[in-house]
């Protein structure tokens, strides 16, 4: 089992940044591919960037250039850099980790653990 939080969400002007964080704890998951998902009210959960063991990325294309993924293994810590913010980001940001040996993967189903959320909204 892998136990994953979040952190670092809040209220930000648009063009302003933040920086998620999400702890795991449990396995270790230094072998898992490490992803990000958002959801917004009244839509589906959406990919938004996610980071194999090795250090490959995969960007949702749209975001790429805004927001950044990184990870610290011996810390048990992945990253979401967000710059450049825009109203259309406010959702719930979900660190998610997938079984172990899984591919680098945009699907949310590929997913078996997941954190409790964080709230970024991106308001004037």
């Known amino acids: 089992q892998v136990q994953l939080v979040e952190s670092g969400g809040g209220l930000v002007l648009p063009g302003g940044s933040l920086r998620l964080s999400c702890v795991a704890s449990?396995?270790?998951?230094?072998?898992?591919?490490m992803g990000w998902f958002r959801q917004a009210p009244g839509k589906e959960r959406e990919f938004v960037v996610a980071m194999s063991s090795s250090g490959i990325t995969y960007y949702q294309d749209s975001l790429k250039g805004r927001f950044t993924i990184s990870r610290d293994n011996a810390k048990k810590m992945v990253l979401l850099q967000m710059d450049s913010l825009k109203p259309e980001d406010t959702a719930v940001y979900y660190c998610?980790?997938?079984?172990?040996?899984?591919?680098?993967?945009?699907?949310?189903?590929?997913?078996?653990?997941w954190g409790q959320g964080t709230q970024v909204t991106v308001s004037s």
């Open positions: 449990g396995r270790t998951p230094d072998r898992y591919v």
């Open positions: 998610a980790a997938t079984v172990l040996g899984a591919p680098l993967t945009h699907s949310p189903g590929a997913y078996a653990y």
